[in-house]
């Protein structure tokens, strides 16, 4: 006997996202499309080294400047840097569309005092 989970209800339309990086797995989602990066360290290296070049030549018409964030998108899987600079862009971004709340340093706000209102 086989039991399945039953599936989740698909998140409503506003809220699907159409791209999505999932590093654990190696997996790019864009769209309906699922994309999985190169196993080795040194083939994502080069591959996302060579999308940044070749994005620079986005003048051209088979290359594009779509290049280059989709390669820094790739070398983020290894490189340290370029994965901080990434992380720090989503939380961004999240905190701005409202899914992630703001940072208030941990300290509660104090309650205004009468005098502190009426500026005595």
Known sequence: MILQRPKADPPPMSQK????FHAGRGEVQIGSR???LPQRASVRIAL???LVVGGTLGFLPVLGFWMIPLGLLVLSQDLPAV??????FVVKRERRNGKRP???????????TDSERTGE
Do not use: D, L, V
Request: aromatic share 14%.
């Open 17 to 20: 996202r159409f791209f999505n």
């Open 34 to 36: 699922h994309f999985r």
């Open 48 to 50: 996302g080294t060579g």
């Open 83 to 88: 994965r901080r600079w990434r992380r720090s």
């Open 102 to 112: 703001a940072r208030n340093g941990g300290a509660a706000a104090k309650p205004e």
